[in-house]
């Protein structure tokens, strides 16, 4: 007994005096930039984000603007949404907030509700130790491999900092005396345009591999360079993405590629292998050259998406992997029916449940957005017949735009003439007044544009003289 106390007052002490020491030098390294040095103002902070910020600092908590806001601002762009972070707990906010609900397992946030605004608030992370790990595991829990599976370690503004992912994304703005903090050297980082991961970056890539992806995705998003330290192990390490469960990996992914900078991220994506463990069934069809009709067709596809967030239009992401997973669906459909001799339309509908199947592995793609990637995938086989009603019936369709529009990127990367005549026809007909559809209709000719059909493979018979059949 007298050597368990001895050994918990010998621990006590140990990390009374080490605390002291580790709080000055981080605290040594900060750097505090005033009011006259930043272009930050609350008249372009949200006033709820203002509204939990004077709260927390009313009731004597530290309170701070974190991440993505401050980042925003001080690029002088408008930033999506503000997140918090203090030194109260979640029960603690709770108590402070009645429009306020906790979240998260892996870390426990809170979400103070303001109508339709959310404005997230997180208490400061600390640092974990390996004695924690194996006292508290619902304070926090690693895998074999690394990963963090639970996150509930709490700790200082300074503790906070270094857990945070990216420099630029760790940078504080207090209402208090309105200045902003940098503990990491985020705000050189963000001047000279560097992403750059925030301690190891091989250690914090395996307690969290979609970090990878958020490297990837800002340096596109603010067209930065990653620095060469961050970027070495991520070729290396793209394949602990299989560990992140596909649900999350669908979230991500629509982050990555419609955000209003898909293209330049898809880019990014291939370079350091991370396409491969998101798309597994479409890298299979990628081309030395980068020049296949579905490459060309991806490249199009993300370039439009850009465009049409842009112009402030909008996007389904159904309608972006239609048109990626198309020239897989395609393979896959002449196969079966080669090998099977099956009619081309069965075939065509067994490739669909086989190409959606394997990409809800890695990605859980919901089945509100499969239905309708079936949808337009269908209506290409009937975009074609065009005789009596059958024009007029297609175009009562839902998706028959997004049919349209599958049709009009097949013609361009294929460079196909009778599709590029197809998506012609129909661009007219669509404007066309009623009699001058009438008339279009009359002068198709008897027989509808040909579609493409597989035969089934007829057996070769043998002559007499032992020779095969031309």
Not at 86 to 115: D, I, W
Not at 126 to 150: C, F, I, K, P, T
Not at 338 to 349: M, P, R
Request: proline share 5%; glycine share 6%.
């Amino acid at each position: 007994m007298f050597t368990r106390v001895a050994n918990f007052c010998r621990k006590v002490l140990h990390r009374e005096n080490d605390t002291p020491v580790r709080v000055e030098e981080e605290v040594s390294q900060m750097t505090v930039i005033p009011r006259d040095r930043h272009n930050i103002s609350r008249k372009d902070i949200s006033e709820n984000a203002l509204k939990v910020l004077y709260r927390l600092n009313k009731a004597g908590y530290e309170a701070y603007l974190v991440g993505g806001g401050v980042r925003d601002l001080l690029l002088g762009k408008k930033p999506k949404d503000f997140d918090v972070t203090t030194n109260a707990t979640p029960e603690q906010m709770r108590k402070l907030f009645r429009n306020c609900r906790l979240v998260g397992r892996r870390f426990r946030l809170a979400h103070v509700m303001f109508g339709p605004e959310v404005i997230e608030v997180a208490t400061f992370r600390g640092h974990h130790h390996a004695d924690e790990d194996q006292d508290d595991r619902n304070g926090s829990q690693r895998g074999q491999n690394g990963m963090l599976l639970r996150d509930n370690i709490f700790g200082s503004i300074e503790d906070d900092a270094q857990r945070r992912d990216l420099t630029i994304n760790s940078l504080y703005y207090s209402v208090a005396d309105f200045t902003v903090r940098d503990y990491v050297g985020g705000l050189s980082d963000l001047q000279q345009g560097i992403i750059r991961l925030i301690g190891d970056p091989e250690t914090r890539y395996r307690e969290d591999p979609v970090r990878m992806l958020r490297v990837v995705r800002f340096a596109a998003k603010l067209q930065m360079r990653i620095a060469e330290e961050t970027a070495e192990p991520i070729p290396r390490l793209a394949t602990l993405l299989q560990d992140i469960p596909p649900a999350r990996l669908f979230e991500e992914t629509l982050k990555l590629l419609q955000a209003g900078y898909g293209y330049d991220t898809y880019l990014q994506l291939r370079e350091y292998q991370l396409f491969q463990p998101l798309f597994p069934i479409i890298t299979r069809y990628f081309t030395a050259q980068g020049d296949s009709a579905m490459e060309r067709m991806i490249n199009q596809v993300l370039k439009n998406t850009d465009n049409r967030i842009h112009n402030q239009m909008r996007v389904n992401p159904a309608f972006l992997f239609a048109a990626m997973f198309w020239y897989p669906q395609q393979e896959a459909a002449q196969k079966i029916a080669q090998e099977s001799g099956l009619a081309y339309y069965d075939a065509f509908a067994l490739a669909m449940n086989d190409v959606l199947d394997e990409a809800c592995r890695a990605l859980a793609i919901p089945k509100r957005i499969t239905t309708l990637i079936r949808d337009i995938w269908q209506l290409q086989l009937r975009i074609s017949r065009r005789h009596g009603k059958r024009a007029w019936k297609l175009m009562e369709h839902p998706k028959f735009r997004a049919a349209y529009d599958l049709l009009a990127l097949r013609a361009e990367a294929e460079n196909n003439h009778e599709l590029q005549r197809l998506t012609t026809w129909w661009g007219e007909f669509q404007v066309a007044a009623p009699p001058q559809q009438k008339n279009m209709l009359n002068t198709l000719g008897d027989d509808p544009v040909p579609r493409r059909r597989t035969r089934r493979p007829r057996k070769r018979t043998p002559h007499r003289d032992g020779g095969a059949s031309a």
